[in-house]
């Protein structure tokens, strides 16, 4: 199948759109008190319920300037110790659009609160997650305790 075709708005030849996937940063947030325990908003607007703060990548931004700002905005938290744990590239992830997410963990400080996009916020221990998780944020922290105990379980 061939891309769909748009003129040039300088000089008109023909040029393909491209689609591609957005860019997403998401961040795995620990309170400094609670560092076993991680900081998720409930969603304002759909897709609906918990998730990890996060969201597009602007234009010329890094990623670790976009989950600063992100967490920022969604929980009022400066992050430290910003770290990237993995991407996670599922078409079906957001079911608004294919989204890449690059997700990171950090330690968040300051007075956590509910802003931007978040209509709540709590802090929940990672081995009591909420059930009605927002995209595959379950998963992603699924895959972030199993990760982070294979240093500290034997095999």
């Not at 795995?28 to 560092?35: K, L």
């Not at 209509?119 to 998780?133: I, W, Y």
């Amino acid at each position: 199948m061939k891309p769909p075709v748009i003129s040039c708005p300088q000089c008109g030849a023909p040029v393909a759109l491209q689609r591609n996937p957005a860019l997403t940063v998401d961040i795995i947030i620990h309170p400094v008190q609670e560092p076993a325990s991680v900081i998720l908003i409930q969603r304002r607007h759909p897709p609906l319920g918990w998730a990890l703060p996060g969201g597009f990548v602007d234009y010329g931004e890094s990623l670790e300037q976009a989950a600063r700002r992100e967490a920022k905005e969604e929980t009022g938290l400066d992050l430290t110790d910003v770290r990237q744990f993995r991407a996670y590239s599922d078409p079906a992830r957001d079911p608004r659009q294919h989204t890449v997410t690059v997700v990171f963990s950090a330690q968040g400080s300051g007075r956590a609160h509910a802003a931007d996009d978040a209509r709540d916020l709590q802090v929940f221990p990672l081995n009591a997650l909420p059930e009605n998780m927002a995209f595959d944020h379950h998963r992603i922290l699924k895959d972030y305790v199993r990760w982070s105990l294979e240093g500290i379980l034997p095999s």
